[in-house]
């Protein structure tokens, strides 16, 4: 247990950013260095509308660029002068600041998104950037295009991957997984009606944006791979079954990826 590390998400407009600040120094407190924050601005606008967020997708990685300043003004604490002064766009901040300022190192923070507005808060905030899996030549030209923006700022990022996994023993067990876990209506006769196979091994659906790696256990271990290969140095996984599937991921799968090089150090949520 003393190994495992937890990625919480922050989502920027749900809370105000002093009001983050503080949880997450009670949490910096439980979980120490072992603690990271994924940002979560961007996601389905149809979502954000079922919670009363009417901001446009754009608009919400305005505010999670100002949400992620004023979280850093805060976790400096209150100072001497009695706190800090913020006026923005979408918070205004009187004698800001947290009595007890979290001690160093403060947690990383992981922003993904495959918008403009979303890699530039990335470039100026983020420690590490994750996307979603794509095809290896897309996926270095985002992170070559990303780790510009940083460099204007005067900042390196680490860089994630994002994947759904859907591994077995053999690719033909894998594709058939496939086609169970996304019948979606009695109309849908396999997984191609649904999904498709945008890379070898890589499918997604139209509009979706998930990436979902589906192969044998070492199919799946030499894809994860070639994305590390392409500068992804952490993996944020998923799988179908709660229980069944992270196993199946830890003992199957990452040994093999783990045998070809060092290690990822970032944390995995199954």
Not at 57 to 80: I, M, N, P, S, T
Not at 216 to 240: C, K, M, N, P, W
């Amino acid at each position: 247990m003393r190994r495992i590390r937890f990625l919480v998400g922050l989502r920027p407009g749900f809370v105000l950013p002093a009001v983050a600040a503080q949880r997450a120094a009670t949490l910096l407190q439980i979980a120490g260095p072992r603690l990271a924050f994924g940002v979560l601005a961007g996601t389905d606008t149809a979502e954000h509308r079922t919670y009363g967020d009417v901001v446009n997708h754009d608009d919400r990685f305005a505010r999670a660029g100002e949400f992620l300043q004023v979280l850093a003004q805060a976790w400096k604490g209150r100072g001497a002068g009695g706190g800090f002064a913020h006026e923005g766009a979408h918070y205004r901040i009187d004698g800001g600041g947290l009595y007890r300022p979290p001690a160093e190192p403060l947690p990383p923070l992981y922003i993904g998104g495959g918008t403009p507005a979303a890699e530039r808060v990335a470039a100026v905030h983020a420690q590490v950037y994750y996307h979603w899996a794509a095809a290896p030549a897309i996926f270095a030209a985002r992170l070559r295009r990303v780790a510009d923006l940083a460099a204007a700022e005067g900042r390196n990022l680490r860089f994630g991957v994002r994947a759904h996994l859907v591994a077995r023993e053999t690719e033909a067990l894998a594709r058939r997984e496939l086609d169970r876990v996304s019948f979606q209506s009695p109309r849908v006769a396999s997984a191609a009606e649904i999904y498709y196979e945008v890379s070898p091994g890589l499918w997604t659906a139209a509009g979706s944006g998930r990436a979902i790696l589906v192969g044998s256990h070492a199919q799946v271990a030499a894809r994860l791979e070639t994305l590390h290969g392409l500068g992804a140095d952490s993996f944020i996984l998923s799988a179908d079954d709660a229980l069944d599937d992270p196993l199946r991921i830890a003992e199957e799968v990452l040994p093999l990826v783990r045998a070809a090089r060092p290690a990822a150090t970032a944390p995995t949520a199954p």
